[in-house]
Structures are given as C-alpha cells and as structure tokens.
C-alpha cells in the first residue's frame, strides 16, 4: 500500500503545507535527507493550539497538539516531494518541544502523538529516533512544535 492509500484508509486529511513566517524556509533538502522545520500545534480547523501542558491542558490534549504537528509535517513532506510521497524511505529524526509546566514530566507520553500518527501513516519506514523536550515557552504561545528529519529514496 503507498502512503497516499494509507493516508485514505486512516480518513486523514492533511492540512495545507504552510509557508514560514520568517527568514527560514519550510524544508531544506541535503543530499537524500529532507529536513523540516518545527511544525507548531494547530486543530482541524486550522486554529493554534495553545498553553500550557500541565496547566491549560492535560496530557491528552498535549497527545492531540503533537499529532496536529505530526499532520503538519507530513503535508510539508507531501509538498517537498512534488506530491508524492512514495519518495519517503523513512522518517529519521522527531524532535518534539513541549510547553509545559517545572512540574510536568510526561514530555514523551504528548509526542507520541506525533510518533504514533507518522508510525500509522509510514508503517515501519516511520518508526523513528527522537527528542522530548520541555519548553518554558513556544512561539505564539502554542502547546507543541515538532521538527523532523526524513530519508528519501
């Protein structure tokens, strides 16, 4: 099955791939490594989902603020592959900061929303390394951003 079919099968609708808001761009090819820029957290109608994990949202709203990031991230791959995404070989790298409170620990339990949503859509070309960090703070006040690092074929 390509990722496309999977993307049907799974009912998932990705967002539009947006352009940067500053002096950097959405994706950067380097030889057959496709980096994309951290991908803030935003719902299904495209609103920004911000605080604080620990205080404005619990850790299930933190799951679901990663998994906005991880669709995010996948339409930026979709864009940066012409549209097709049977270019993918794998997914390499997330890299997930979380905005949350001194108190919260549960960092890795929020990004796997993101694992989770590229592992369904990739299979075992999406099974990646990563990072869970804590942020005192994320841009425009979000809950989530997630940066990634694929292969391509």
Do not use: W
């Not at 549209?83 to 997914?91: A, H, R």
């Amino acid at each position: 099955m390509n990722y496309d079919d999977k993307l049907n099968e799974l009912k998932i609708n990705l967002p539009e791939a947006k352009a940067p808001v500053g002096n950097y761009v959405a994706t950067k090819v380097s030889g057959k490594m496709l980096f994309i820029s951290g991908q803030i957290s935003i719902d299904e109608t495209g609103q920004l989902i911000k605080g604080k994990i620990g205080k404005d949202l619990d850790t299930d709203a933190g799951y679901n603020a990663a998994k906005g990031c991880a669709l995010s991230i996948i339409a930026q791959v979709k864009k940066a592959c012409g549209n097709d995404l049977s270019k993918v070989k794998s997914c390499v790298k997330l890299t997930g900061f979380i905005n949350s409170t001194d108190e919260f620990i549960d960092q890795p339990k929020v990004l796997n929303g993101a694992s989770d949503l590229i592992a369904s859509v990739f299979g075992e070309a999406g099974m990646h390394t990563r990072a869970a960090v804590s942020a005192n703070s994320l841009p425009l006040g979000v809950s989530v951003e997630v940066d990634a690092i694929f292969e391509l074929k």
